[in-house]
């Protein structure tokens, strides 16, 4: 399973970026989808997931942040509106298998990352 992420920039304290991530490989509808994000000096968390057709999301984006997958392009997207200057980080695409709900939120629970895609949000 491969991972490609993009769409990551500067912006404004309140504007938005949509993240793409196309996976390739053997991907599959028993795999997880998520987003962490890293910040520097901070340990990686989590910020979005999606497993069959659940999502979930971290309370810090919560209502300003979209997970949807297109299966067409085999694409995951993170739309992110109300953009705050603490969500500045390194965002990263992940999958895993069979992975249980309970542990959707550990970085370590996922087989497969993105490169990275940077997100600077400006005051």
């Known amino acids: 399973v491969h991972l490609q992420a993009s769409g990551g920039g500067l912006v404004q304290a309140g504007g938005s970026l949509r993240l793409s991530c196309v996976v390739s490989?053997?991907?599959?509808?028993?795999?997880?989808l998520a987003w962490f994000r890293q910040a520097p000096g901070k340990e990686r968390e989590f910020v979005s997931a999606?497993?069959?057709?659940?999502?979930y999301y971290a309370d810090s984006v919560r209502g300003r942040f979209t997970i949807s997958i297109d299966n067409a392009k085999n694409t995951v997207y993170l739309q992110m509106n109300g953009l705050k200057t603490e969500d500045t980080a390194v965002y990263y695409c992940?999958?895993?298998?069979?992975?249980?709900?309970?542990?959707?939120?550990?970085?370590?629970?996922?087989?497969?990352y993105g490169q990275g895609t940077q997100v600077t949000v400006s005051s």
């Open positions: 490989g053997r991907a599959n509808n028993n795999y997880a």
């Open positions: 999606v497993k069959w057709s659940n999502t």
């Open positions: 992940a999958a895993g298998a069979r992975i249980i709900t309970g542990r959707l939120r550990e970085p370590t629970a996922y087989d497969y």
